[in-house]
């Protein structure tokens, strides 16, 4: 008569059981091959260049692939390769919603091209971005700065390694994404003078910041034109309690209308001159920079020069890859266009009184 078997002694589970029930993904190209039954190389070929083999074998080694839960290791990847199909993009605050758009857009287009990113922060600071950006190099293809605030020799270093573009900044021999804020600036100074404006003051961004130069400079040369005076004030920060510290410059600079660095500034900004009893736009108007989520959430809602993020990010991200596979430019500026959106923070100035 025989026994009925044990538990103990059951036959050891099928490696696709295994792997499904225990939910780790550590099974190899050998473990797929014996579920699919093919060889290992055949596995590596449909798993690193599908179209090399049949469609009925690539799908036998995906369907095995999946039952075993399988996961490519991007490093053990990049032995054969030298590539991990990641690229790092550092922001300078993770915080400012600024980034969100510029983030997505990267991410976006990363994913249809079969990349990961991998994120990091400088938290404004020059030194702490040009160390993550060293860490960062050595792991992945390829890297995005976006508002970089370290210098330009080291981005050139940086990029002598791997490929590397920049956003919001121009650096000589390094491929970069820059909105032209020449049109929005200048659509946005001739609304002021047309309202009633003759004095505007521009709050600055960080001092290592090279958009917030060329901002202050389309500033003053729109300001010119259209026969304005135009003065600079410092900020402390680019953040919402920065424009709140910068409104007692504000009102001893005598200016009716103001254009911040970004629009954080502007809307702790608005927020201090309202608490101290000013009314916008009816005695002074407001202006910020990029159009950030939540810009029209303020009251009145925030006039802003528009910076198409999304686009910034997405096409850094075109640039890059393209340079990663050979079919991109090795230097160059990709120009987006800048434009006002006229919300209720500016408006015409009403006489004293």
């Not at 370290?150 to 000589?172: G, Q, S, T, W, Y």
């Not at 600036?185 to 960080?206: D, Q, T, Y």
């Not at 958009?211 to 410092?234: D, F, K, N, P």
């Not at 919402?240 to 660095?261: E, H, I, N």
Request: proline share 6%; hydrophobic share 40%; with cysteine.
């Amino acid at each position: 008569m025989t026994e009925p078997k044990t538990p103990d002694a059951a036959a050891p589970a099928s490696p696709a059981k295994k792997h499904a029930r225990d939910g780790k993904s550590n099974a190899t190209i050998y473990d797929i091959a014996k579920v699919a039954g093919v060889n290992p190389s055949t596995v590596s070929r449909a798993l690193s260049k599908p179209g090399r083999v049949s469609a009925k074998t690539q799908k036998l080694v995906e369907d095995a692939a999946a039952e075993l839960n399988y996961q490519v290791n991007p490093f053990a990847r990049a032995l054969p390769t030298g590539r991990t199909n990641t690229f790092g993009l550092i922001v300078a605050d993770i915080t400012n919603p600024t980034f969100f758009d510029i983030i997505r857009g990267a991410q976006t287009t990363a994913t249809l091209r079969d990349y990961t990113l991998v994120l990091a922060e400088s938290a404004e600071s020059g030194v702490t971005e040009l160390t993550a950006a060293r860490r960062m190099m050595a792991t992945v293809d390829g890297l995005i700065l976006a508002s970089p605030r370290m210098d330009d020799d080291d981005i050139r270093a940086l990029a002598r390694d791997k490929p590397v573009v920049v956003i919001n900044r121009e650096v000589d021999g390094v491929p970069c994404v820059v909105p032209d804020v020449n049109k929005g600036i200048s659509e946005a100074v001739r609304s002021l003078a047309a309202n009633g404006h003759h004095k505007v003051a521009f709050v600055a961004g960080p001092p290592q910041s090279w958009m917030s130069a060329r901002r202050w400079e389309g500033v003053q040369a729109a300001c010119e034109w259209s026969r304005l005076e135009a003065v600079r004030l410092e900020s402390s920060k680019p953040t919402v309690d920065g424009g709140r510290q910068v409104a007692r410059d504000v009102r001893a600079s005598g200016a009716t209308a103001v254009l911040t660095y970004n629009d954080l500034l502007a809307i702790g900004l608005m927020q201090e001159l309202q608490a101290a009893g000013l009314v916008v736009p009816d005695q002074i108007s407001i202006v910020g920079f990029d159009d950030i989520f939540g810009a029209d959430f303020t009251t009145p809602p925030l006039t802003t020069v528009r910076s198409p993020l999304g686009e910034c990010g997405s096409g850094a991200t075109t640039l890059l890859l393209d340079l990663l596979h050979g079919t991109g430019e090795p230097a160059g500026t990709l120009r987006v266009e800048t434009e006002l959106v006229l919300r209720g923070s500016s408006g015409r100035l009403l006489p004293a009184g």
